[in-house]
């Protein structure tokens, strides 16, 4: 254990090595991930972004033949160590995916099924459980669109609002961490925009790690970024510096457009 | 320019072949359906009425109805039903949502098909040997329908299981990452969406229940009866039982006689099965994903 409890960083690796059987995606990464803020992972495909972000809730383990070193590190504690359960691991770590995956049940019962899952035994009133819903939708800039059909399913909204839905189910049982893979590549632009909006409202609340492909998007709606290539964690820093002024000549190739 | 040559003359005329030559050996296959339930329709109506439907045999079962056979049905189907959906499910549920891919499901796997293949006379050996006499339920409803619930298990595992498979992973997934244990997120979500899929395989599996004989004569279908059963560890006389005596067992039996009885028999499996297909519509009318 640390001797100096971290506050800086919700997420710290050190010497992170991960294998997907034989093929190496993570090399020695070390990361802290600054508590409160938005930081962005971009890089091309098959760089090791996802399966990063994957390894901190440790969803990619269910895959079976993945293999880790080192050690990843979630409000100072090593989510790797066997003590750890893994169901407090995920309260504190929500995930948001690529496609949205509201479950095929109300929109009310989406948000508190998190909750209720993590609070058995003693059930909420009707009238706590309204108030939770109320205050969660209204957290993602949803509660005035579903309020009147809040018995409807999730799975009948706009892709965006079915997004939306999916950060809105995380929020109820506080989580310190935001993981978000892609979140917007199955949107259009506008409900890119306004789940990127939503984002940047959620803002200091959590602690939010994006990977994403969309540049654009990474300069838009984060604070730090971290670049990465075949594996390795090349550049990190503030996102306006790492977009404006790149310390390594491969970031400046990668955001100029060279490959990728 | 674009007219047809020879050789695009020549395919069009053995594309028009193959095509009627498949036509034909599918109309082909539809018609012993036609016929069977024709002949069963044009034989067997006569036989239809209240008393037959639900008065006991008389005359040496040469007359009178099939009321104990039909409760005697409804009875066995019931019991194994009773037996082989919970055990069946559940069965499907560890296959599906817990194990991994190793040896030891492939075993399961492999046994399920194998139980699938064996022949009902088989299973109706194997119902002798352990209810019957094992366990001591003697001839009885409860052992054939124990032995009819063996014999369908892999119907209900491997529909159970296809119903299962039908819930998308991203749902599973989402319950994962919120914390929830397989438990949890098999009942609130996958079960509920999969319980559609899961009822038409139970119907078809009753519908299948329904006309089988050979796993029944043994272990508890009885010859003739004059009373209901009033427990699982009674005989009891069952359609499918009566439909070979009447047919073969009996001298001087009126001809349009065996023809009802499988015009009954025939009309329950039937509607059990367009049942299942209704519901099937239904339920899959109201999904939304």
Redesign the interface.
């Known amino acids: 254990m640390n001797t100096h409890a971290d506050q800086k960083h919700a997420i710290r690796t050190r010497g992170l090595n991960l294998w997907y059987g034989d093929f190496q995606a993570l090399f020695d990464v070390n990361l802290g991930i600054e508590r409160g803020l938005i930081t962005s992972m971009i890089g091309p495909s098959g760089c090791g972004k996802s399966t990063f972000l994957r390894s901190v809730?440790r969803?990619n383990e269910?895959l079976?033949y993945v293999r880790i070193e080192g050690r990843i590190d979630v409000l100072d504690q090593n989510v790797y160590d066997p003590t750890v359960e893994?169901?407090?691991v995920?309260?504190q770590v929500?995930?948001v995916?690529q496609?949205p995956?509201?479950?095929?049940?109300s929109i009310r019962d989406n948000v508190i099924?998190?909750h209720r899952?993590?609070n058995k035994g003693k059930k909420a009133s009707a009238a706590e459980e309204d108030e939770i819903v109320e205050q969660a939708l209204r957290q993602v800039l949803l509660w005035d669109k579903v309020k009147d059909r809040l018995k409807h399913?999730g799975?009948?909204l706009s892709l965006e609002e079915q997004q939306k839905l999916?950060i809105a189910?995380?929020l109820p049982?506080k989580p310190e961490v935001l993981l978000m893979d892609e979140p917007c590549s199955a949107l259009d632009p506008k409900g890119t925009e306004a789940v990127e909006e939503l984002i940047w409202e959620l803002k200091g609340k959590y602690t939010i790690l994006i990977v994403t492909h969309n540049m654009a998007q990474a300069r838009r709606a984060s604070e730090k970024c971290i670049f990465m290539l075949l594996g390795k964690v090349v550049e990190y820093g503030d996102t306006d510096a790492l977009f404006l002024t790149p310390k390594e000549s491969q970031t400046a190739d990668y955001i100029e457009g060279r490959y990728g | 320019m674009f007219e047809a040559s020879e050789l695009n003359l020549r395919n069009k005329r053995t594309e028009s072949l193959y095509r009627t030559l498949f036509l034909v050996m599918t109309l082909l296959l539809i018609l012993p359906v036609l016929l069977i339930l024709g002949t069963l329709i044009v034989k067997g109506a006569s036989a239809i009425s209240w008393e037959f439907l639900f008065g006991y045999p008389k005359d040496g079962m040469t007359a009178g109805g099939i009321f104990p056979a039909l409760v005697g049905t409804i009875w066995l189907v019931s019991v194994a039903l009773l037996v082989s959906v919970p055990l069946g499910v559940a069965a499907a549920i560890y296959l599906n949502e817990y194990a991994g891919e190793n040896w030891f499901t492939r075993i399961i796997n492999l046994a399920i098909i194998n139980l699938a293949g064996v022949p009902s006379i088989v299973h109706a050996l194997f119902g002798v040997g352990a209810f019957v006499i094992f366990f001591g339920f003697g001839t009885s409803i409860l052992a054939a329908s124990l032995t009819l619930a063996i014999m369908t298990l892999p119907v209900v595992i491997v529909s159970t299981r296809e119903s299962l498979r039908a819930v998308p992973m991203a749902f599973r997934e989402a319950c994962w990452n919120m914390g929830a244990t397989r438990w949890q997120t098999i009942r609130r979500v996958v079960l509920p969406n999969a319980v559609p899929g899961i009822l038409t395989g139970v119907i078809l599996e009753v519908s299948r229940t329904t006309g089988e004989t050979a796993p029944i004569m043994f272990t508890g279908a009885a010859f003739f009866l004059p009373f209901l059963p009033e427990s699982v560890f009674d005989q009891t006389m069952a359609l499918s039982l009566h439909l070979f005596v009447v047919s073969t067992q009996v001298p001087n039996v009126p001809e349009n006689l065996p023809y009802g009885v499988a015009l009954v028999l025939i009309g329950m499996v039937l509607l059990m099965n367009s049942l299942s297909i209704a519901l099937r519509m239904y339920l899959r009318g109201k999904k939304k994903w």
């Open positions: 809730n969803i269910r079976g893994l169901v407090q995920r309260k929500g995930m995916f496609r995956n509201p479950l095929p049940i099924f998190g899952v993590h399913k799975t009948e999916c189910r995380l049982v």
